[in-house]
């Protein structure tokens, strides 16, 4: 069959039929970005084509992808993603415009994406060449309101103009084209059901473009049209086809050089107001210094317009070839954009920093805690709670106050409210920062602790001194939670013990609890391992928050762990695996992750250890060149890395981007942060309150604090019994067996009722029994406990 080069009228209704699941695009990108304008679009290139294409927020995708095929008519075709053999070259190092060529044998083809800046438009100069009677054509599949269930479209004219649109719900979609000389590009058009009728399945089935239907759906519609060999593309995007016409009609006759430069000139004037690059420059590495100034850009490119200080964890889909998820990464995850807005002070952008914050009170929940994580007009995705995530933005405000940057944002009660969920909550928190296990986590409980520090300095009196004991009391106990030692993977990995990757909620009750196995989610089976023989690389937070010193034995030991059992050496250096047994990744034979899989290095976590590099006196800069190594082919840094045999007909290879979330904007800030942190000698986001009141030394307490959430097991000689109870109480206690008794009223210190006992001078041996009578309702406890008093080491 041969396509007729002349304007063919579409005719019919594609037919429906089996069709698979709507999945996305891959999570790999080459390139995200926007204009620096009044346009609300964002962009994102994989396989050298468009992918996800976001509308009027970074969290609505609308269209799965926007690819190419290039046929002769006679039955040779290529559907241009799946070549592989592509260069992305960016127009300068940190700004989000790349020409992308695609090269095979018997053609090349260039394309330049943008976004203009000031209309809902996006812009793809293409440029075909080769043999004489190829011809290229465009795929599009819409994905309207994130919903490829309810899609309409159609190939049409309008006002004179060829085009294909289509419209779901509240958005509607138009797909223009020019040639050079101004005149329509579409030359040949169709519509048809994704799986049955689309494009693929009309080259597929027939070698050629022989269909040319006009209406299809509801339903995943593709949209497919004949173009000239150069030209420019004009997707735009509305509350309707036809205001989206209008758009893309308006932007074509501004023409390409007019949008491809002033958006351009968006990201220079942008980057005219940094200071930080010249001495950097200087510092670091070419490599390093570039993928500095690209992570700035990822930063800058993943803010939402409407809501002012949001930021996506990425605009990608994890695996989004296999996924049919409806949120992916384009959510908003509270510890994700607080450690962004860390990196955005680091860079001098408080501003930006102080709109996070507002954005972060805006959306904190009644009481006092965040949403796991959630849409961007604050509507929830997953329904867990992470206690870390309650921290993080009180250490924002402060970091905020250190700098003098805080202006009139209303912190009080917020802090207030924050600190209250985690003194009721804490230390135990239902989902570590991974999002899988309950229990007592060192990264959650060095959050929570330096939270409860550094935000006590915007407390009254009494409410910052009950934050401050409830810090040092679970400082001074985190080895009793969370130390394991001469267990059977100590021996294994010769070492003296380490810090468990989660203690069980348990463990604050009884220490047997440690023994209790910790269920490994994302694998085929459980491997059924106890707590105490599981560990993770976020003990390292203790370090980097000042509760303990690089140098303490402790922490050295659980190094020494964590590097024979989860570090990686790649090609590309070192990496480290979350934990021991992780299942979140491609699976063995590199699959996509489908629920189950084999966890692989994150990029993130050497950031972390380069941190930590810098706290105990090393070169942190072989780990900032690893992480800048393992970028993808648009120098994007990837959620993970793919760490076995090379598996090139996956494009897995070791040491760089797996199928796993490109770019993760938390490991741009943490790249960010590592970079500032070797310049200022210290970690640039670390809490200073908490580091002058521990500087890495465990504190010393003559006081035993009880909670009915975590409950000391015995009361060392000479220290003082303390309750800290979340209700007015009277404290009913003895010291031998109810013969004599005595009555403790609590007092209110604002994050929870203190009572204090005079149990300095019992020796050891003694037994304290207590109970409570409540005072709001009058009623007892209805229980006794006990607690036996013990040689004071």
């Not at 999945?23 to 390139?31: G, I, N």
């Not at 047994?581 to 966890?599: H, V």
């Not at 810098?614 to 793919?642: K, S």
């Amino acid at each position: 069959m041969n396509d007729n080069p002349l304007v063919t009228p579409p005719k019919g209704k594609a037919p429906d039929g089996p069709t698979c699941k709507p999945v996305w695009a891959s999570a790999r990108k080459d390139l995200v970005g926007t204009a620096l304008g009044s346009s609300r679009i964002w962009f994102t290139l994989a396989d050298g084509i468009i992918t996800e294409v976001y509308h009027p927020r970074i969290d609505i995708p609308q269209i799965r992808d926007l690819g190419f095929i290039v046929g002769d008519g006679h039955g040779f075709w290529v559907e241009i993603k799946t070549l592989n053999s592509y260069s992305v070259e960016w127009t300068e190092t940190d700004i989000p415009a790349a020409v992308v060529t695609h090269r095979h044998p018997r053609f090349t083809l260039s394309l330049r994406v943008c976004t203009d800046p000031y209309r809902d438009v996006l812009l793809t100069n293409f440029r075909l060449q080769g043999e004489a009677g190829l011809t290229l054509y465009a795929l599009l599949t819409p994905r309207l309101g994130e919903n490829a269930d309810s899609n309409l479209a159609w190939a049409d004219q309008w006002n004179g103009e060829t085009l294909l649109w289509a419209e779901q719900g509240p958005f509607g979609l138009a797909l223009l084209a020019r040639e050079l000389d101004g005149h329509s590009g579409m030359r040949k058009t169709s519509v048809g059901m994704v799986g049955a009728s689309d494009g693929w399945q009309d080259f597929n089935h027939n070698g050629c473009m022989a269909w040319s239907y006009v209406e299809a759906g509801p339903g995943e519609v593709a949209l497919t049209a004949a173009l000239p060999n150069e030209g420019t593309l004009a997707l735009g995007l509305s509350s309707s086809k036809e205001s989206a016409a209008t758009l893309a009609a308006s932007s074509l006759a501004a023409g390409f050089a007019w949008a491809w430069n002033e958006y351009l000139a968006g990201w220079r004037r942008w980057r005219a107001g940094q200071d930080w690059r010249t001495p950097l420059s200087a510092r670091l590495t070419s490599d390093s210094f570039a993928l500095l100034c690209r992570s700035a850009s990822v930063l800058k490119v993943h803010e939402d317009r409407t809501y002012q200080g949001a930021l996506v964890a990425s605009m990608a889909v994890p695996w989004g070839e296999a996924s049919e998820s409806r949120g992916g990464y384009h959510l908003v995850w509270c510890r994700d954009l607080v450690e962004s807005a860390g990196a955005l002070i680091a860079l001098g952008a408080v501003d930006e920093a102080r709109n996070v914050l507002a954005y972060l009170i805006a959306t904190q929940q009644a009481d006092g805690h965040w949403l796991q994580n959630q849409w961007l007009g604050g509507k929830p995705f997953w329904q867990g709670i992470q206690l870390d995530e309650a921290a993080f933005p009180v250490l924002l405000a402060s970091l905020l106050d250190e700098r003098n940057a805080l202006g009139d944002v209303p912190v009080r009660d917020m802090i207030a409210r924050a600190l209250g969920f985690i003194a009721r909550e804490g230390p135990s928190t239902g989902q570590d920062r991974w999002e899988e296990d309950a229990g007592v986590n060192t990264f959650t409980i060095a959050a929570a602790i330096a939270a409860l520090v550094e935000g006590a300095a915007f407390l009254d009196a009494k409410p910052a001194a009950a934050a401050v004991m409830l810090a040092d009391d679970w400082n001074a106990r985190i080895e009793e939670w969370c130390w394991a030692q001469n267990t059977s993977l100590s021996m294994q990995l010769g070492v003296a013990g380490y810090y468990l990757r989660a203690a069980p909620g348990d463990v604050l009750i009884h220490a047997g609890a440690k023994a209790e196995c910790l269920r490994i989610k994302n694998r085929d089976c459980d491997a059924d391992l106890p707590a105490d023989e599981q560990l993770a690389t976020d003990f390292l937070q203790l370090v980097r928050y000042g509760l303990r010193s690089a140098r303490d034995e402790k922490i050295l030991s659980s190094v020494q762990a964590v590097d024979r059992l989860l570090k990686c050496d790649t090609p590309s250096g070192p990496v480290w695996h979350r934990y021991n047994g992780d299942g979140y990744g491609e699976n063995l034979d590199g699959s996509a992750f489908d629920g189950t899989g084999q966890g692989r290095g994150w990029p993130l976590l050497t950031g972390e250890r380069g941190h930590y590099a810098l706290l105990a006196g090393d070169d942190a800069r072989p780990y900032l060149a690893a992480m800048a190594a393992m970028t993808g082919v648009g120098g994007l840094l990837p959620e993970q890395v793919w760490d076995a045999a090379p598996i090139p007909e996956l494009r897995l290879e070791p040491g760089k981007p797996s199928g796993s979330a490109m770019p993760l904007v938390w490991a741009h800030g943490e790249f960010i942060k590592l970079c500032l942190s070797l310049d200022a000698g210290r970690p640039v986001d670390m809490p200073s309150r908490t580091w002058r009141r521990y500087g890495g030394m465990r504190p010393k307490l003559d006081y035993v604090l009880w909670r009915f959430r975590n409950r000391p097991q015995a009361l060392p000689e000479g220290r003082e019994l303390r309750f800290f109870l979340h209700r007015p109480a009277t404290v009913h206690w003895s010291v031998d067996g109810w013969q004599e008794t005595r009555n403790t009223d609590s007092e209110d210190w604002g994050l929870g009722h203190i009572a204090s006992l005079p149990t300095t001078a019992l020796m050891p041996g003694d037994t304290i029994t207590f109970t409570f009578h409540w005072q709001d309702d009058g009623q007892w406890q209805g229980e006794d406990f006990q607690l036996q008093v013990s040689g004071a080491n």
